[in-house]
């Protein structure tokens, strides 16, 4: 069984096919032609880090990813989060690859974001704000690039110098990026990538402006605040993990009978009564299933 490296694994994940995969592991999640159970957390007995294990099942592959998370490692010069995700037959349960499971996590995330632009954003996407400077906006600014070149990012950080200087890091020509002023006309799409504990972004909800949260993916985290979620029409990534994950939703005290699918907006399309979205992606291991069949199709085995 081959290991890939994280270059390698990202070489295996172009956000064009990525996209299209997601839609249709969403589609099949719906339809109960993938099985993907809640993830397991278990912590260490001093708390300080955890293992998780997210495993999913489709009709062709089998597909585990196993994660840890420290958050004191960076002071011992190690990355927070390290793991792998490994994909095997099913129809003979033979293992075939394993790939790096932070690029996997980083991809299909920015991709997850990338489906919900394509499939609920009502006009022309030209201007985005990314609130974050972490891994995340990282990732998200490599899709935007891929699938959206020519427009403006305008990146928001906990201060406008860390703003400034991810702009400065992460300059391409495929696009202009800058660090946010306070001049900005509006955005038609805001995403919000951060591991914030507190609001950041709470607008008043407008139907020309598709707003994203990625981070807050516990329900003691929060970044979009109730301002934006009453006004909205409200979709999730995964119907089943969101109420236990969607710190947004969960602080806000929604109703979830109000809260849709995205495949319900992929077979359906998006709302049509004008009112704004609001859309909150919290992952599950049906996305890294769709990342490994597109890491097949472009050379792993």
């Known amino acids: 069984m081959k290991i890939y490296s994280d270059q390698e694994t990202g070489d295996f994940l172009p956000f064009s096919p990525l996209v299209n995969a997601l839609a249709l592991a969403m589609q099949e999640l719906e339809r109960g032609q993938i099985q993907c159970p809640e993830r397991t957390t278990v912590r260490t007995h001093d708390h300080a880090g955890a293992l998780m294990a997210m495993p999913s099942v489709g009709r062709d592959i089998m597909v585990t990813k196993l994660l840890t998370l420290f958050g004191g490692n960076p002071a011992l010069g190690l990355p927070t989060i390290q793991g792998q995700v490994i994909c095997a037959e099913a129809c003979t349960g033979r293992f075939l690859f394993t790939l790096d499971g932070p690029t996997v996590t980083m991809r299909r995330t920015a991709a997850v974001s990338m489906l919900g632009i394509r499939t609920l954003a009502r006009g022309p996407v030209r201007r985005v704000l990314v609130i974050g400077t ?63 504990t507190s609001v950041i972004y709470n607008e008043p909800a407008r139907a020309d402006c598709l707003v994203i949260g990625v981070g807050a993916y516990r329900t003691d985290m929060v970044e979009i605040g109730p301002t934006t979620i009453a006004g909205s029409a409200l979709y999730v990534d995964d119907a089943i993990g969101a109420p236990v994950e969607a710190g947004d939703l969960y602080q806000a005290g929604v109703d979830w009978n109000t809260v849709s699918p995205l495949s319900r907006a992929l077979d359906d399309g998006a709302p049509t009564d004008g009112r704004p979205v609001f859309f909150k992606s919290v992952g599950c291991s049906a996305w890294d299933l769709a990342a490994c069949r597109v890491a097949r199709l472009h050379g792993a085995e």
């Open 134 to 196: 972490g891994t995340q906006a990282v990732a998200h600014l490599q899709a935007l690039c891929a699938l959206y070149p020519g427009i403006t990012v305008v990146i928001r950080g906990r201060t406008p110098q860390r703003a400034r200087d991810f702009c400065m890091r992460h300059q391409t020509p495929a696009l202009t990026l800058r660090a946010e002023d306070t001049r900005e006309e509006p955005f038609d799409v805001v995403i919000t990538v951060t591991a914030s």
